[in-house]
């Protein structure tokens, strides 16, 4: 059976919303999705379709994730195996990669630490699937007068000049403007606003949105980008446009 055009990446957690958050953030990215919440449904899963990596968590309800990593490393010795822990105790992360794991993610991660450990696993696993991995989506996204950078991670007005935007900003108005039309709840945006390696994040969603309302809109109090969808959450309601396009 030859190989899909897309990598297709196992999800494995027994955590139905981080299941769905791993496969909105992969699927996104250009990846094909499968997900399981348990060891059945990880090998039915495999033996329906190849894969070229599974996300395995490390502590599921009924079944310790080592068992079932060394599962598939005795089922499926190539395939590639990232475990994802709550706990970043050193003995951990070593056992793991001693016995079964080819990487180790600690809980909680952003969306592009996630990407960037499938892509370096990929690569050093998999050369033929590396190369066939979807590339990063368009470095540049414009709405209104804005441009958002993400490879420069920088908010620019059409006069060039750069908005300064803080970390946990940074993140939230990527998601917003990466799914344009998306309605976001509060707990789906504080999951993009975290990350282990900037400020750690401890005020509402809400203010969050308000400060970079400021920074974006011509009338915070009328926004026309972030609108709130009463009762559910967030969306950015503006058209979006990648590379050297601009919306009118």
């Known amino acids: 059976m030859p190989a899909p055009a897309r990598p297709r990446i196992l999800v494995v957690d027994d955590d139905p919303d981080l299941r769905a958050s791993l496969d909105d953030a992969l699927t996104q990215s250009g990846f094909d999705v499968s997900t399981a919440g348990d060891g059945i449904g990880m090998h039915a899963a495999l033996a329906e379709a190849p894969h070229a990596l599974v996300l395995l968590d490390l502590r599921l309800k009924d079944e310790h994730g080592l068992a079932l990593a060394r599962s598939l490393r005795e089922r499926h010795p190539a395939l590639p195996i990232i475990m994802i822990s709550g706990s970043s105790d050193e003995m951990d992360r070593v056992l793991l990669l001693e016995l079964a794991a080819d990487d180790f993610l600690v809980k909680p991660f952003s969306p592009r630490e996630l990407l960037a450990h499938v892509r370096a696993v990929l690569r050093r696993t998999q050369p033929a699937a590396a190369a066939a991995a979807p590339i990063e989506p368009a470095a540049q996204l414009h709405f209104g007068d804005w441009t958002l950078d993400l490879?420069?991670?920088?908010?620019?007005a059409a006069d060039g000049s750069a908005c300064a935007l803080t970390p946990a900003e940074f993140r939230l108005l990527e998601a917003f403007v990466s799914q344009p039309g998306?309605?976001?709840?509060?707990?789906?945006?504080?999951?993009?606003?975290?990350?282990?390696?900037?400020?750690?994040?401890?005020?509402?969603v809400d203010v969050l949105i308000l400060r970079v309302r400021r920074k974006i809109e011509p009338n915070p109090k009328h926004p026309r980008y972030i609108c709130t969808e009463r009762g559910l959450g967030y969306v950015f309601a503006a058209p979006v446009t990648h590379g050297h396009e601009r919306t009118t």
């Open 151 to 156: 490879r420069e991670r920088e908010l620019r």
């Open 182 to 204: 998306k309605v976001w709840t509060r707990d789906q945006l504080l999951e993009h606003t975290r990350s282990l390696e900037t400020e750690v994040f401890d005020r509402s």
